[in-house]
């Protein structure tokens, strides 16, 4: 019998971590749903245009959750 979860790695992004003073929390089973995630957030609730530039930090940042 496998236990639920077991063996799945969720990735997660805070927005803190970026330099933001937000509480924002992103998740996701890879690195591009977190960062397409984020990138919606940024725009959205900060007014930032997401570039290449900012998705190279901010992949630096995603960590296992």
Known sequence: MAILGLGRKQ???????AGMDCEAM????TDEDVLRQAAE???KAH???P???MGAKLRKLVKNG
């Open 41 to 43: 957030h940024a725009e």
């Open 11 to 17: 990735r997660v992004l805070k927005c803190r971590d």
């Open 51 to 53: 570039n290449a530039e």
């Open 47 to 49: 007014g930032m245009k």
């Open 26 to 29: 992103f998740k996701g089973k």
